[in-house]
């Protein structure tokens, strides 16, 4: 045998030993819009760069657990640090954090623009809205730090509904469409905030939680099964410009891959030629 051989021999055989790039990855999403739009994007970025994509919806809870179990790949739906922190002291060490895909996030409570009441403190006594506030489904990250800042207010009166995505969407246009009066626990940017029916409640005792935002976890040892995986999803960062006119485009179109295909088209045509 030629010596030259040798040396791509040897390159041949190594490589035949290395295991194969992971080419289908699994990503969790919550229900809620943000969650949605941010994943499908992500989606689309992946399977542009060649990989089988599935999408699974689950509780905000399951995607740390599901995640620090190998369960799942990724997910682009949990929000740091406060609101995740019960899950982060548990989880955090057997995942990898590749930092903030969105900008940060504003909470509080927003009512009808028509409302009397200008800050939360007004609310105590003020029987608006029944007494009860609309907010997403538990463990959600608003939905937890409503919680808090309501004890902090001692607005022990109210009620915190919570409910899936889609049923926090249709009570808040019932509500507006039928010009009732409501109080929603909300965050912006969210397509719910896109209303200019809606005004924020000022939080004038500062309880609610601020620097809260939206990041990108993975699984422990995708940075070896899937590295370009991993760079695709640590890519996707958003300004709240950015996700804003996503959550527009998902707002007037109804189906979510449309949608995401034409602001991903926008953004391209917008982005200056070298």
Known sequence: MKHWLLPMMAAWLLSACSPAEQQHLRLLSGDWD?????????????????FAVTVEQVAPGQIWSRLAAGEADASLSA?????????????FDRLHDLGP????????????????QARISELAGSD?????????????????LTEQALARYHLDEYQLLSGSGEAYRHLVN?????????????????RVMLHPQLKWLKDDQGHFAAGERAHTLVRRGLEDSAPRA??????????????????RQV???????????????????AEPVQ
Not at 79 to 91: G, I, K, Q, V
Not at 174 to 190: D, G, K, M, Y
Not at 251 to 269: F, G, K
Request: proline share 6%; aromatic share 4%.
């Open 34 to 50: 943000t969650a949605r739009a941010t994943t499908e994007l992500a989606r689309q970025e992946l399977e542009q760069a060649g």
């Open 79 to 91: 929000w740091l640090p406060d609101s995740s922190r019960h899950h982060a002291e548990r989880f």
């Open 101 to 116: 895909n969105g900008p940060m996030l504003r909470l509080g409570l927003a009512v009808p623009a028509s409302a009397t």
């Open 128 to 144: 608006y809205g029944n007494n009860k506030i609309v907010g997403m489904m538990p463990g959600h990250g608003s939905l937890v």
């Open 174 to 190: 019932t509500a507006i469409e039928q010009q009732l009066p409501v109080v929603i626990a909300a965050w912006s940017p969210s």
């Open 230 to 247: 991993m760079e695709v999803l640590g890519s996707i960062r958003l300004t709240e410009d950015e996700l804003t006119a996503l959550l």
């Open 251 to 269: 707002a007037s179109e109804p189906d979510l891959t449309l949608a995401v295909n034409r602001w991903r088209a926008e953004q391209s045509e």
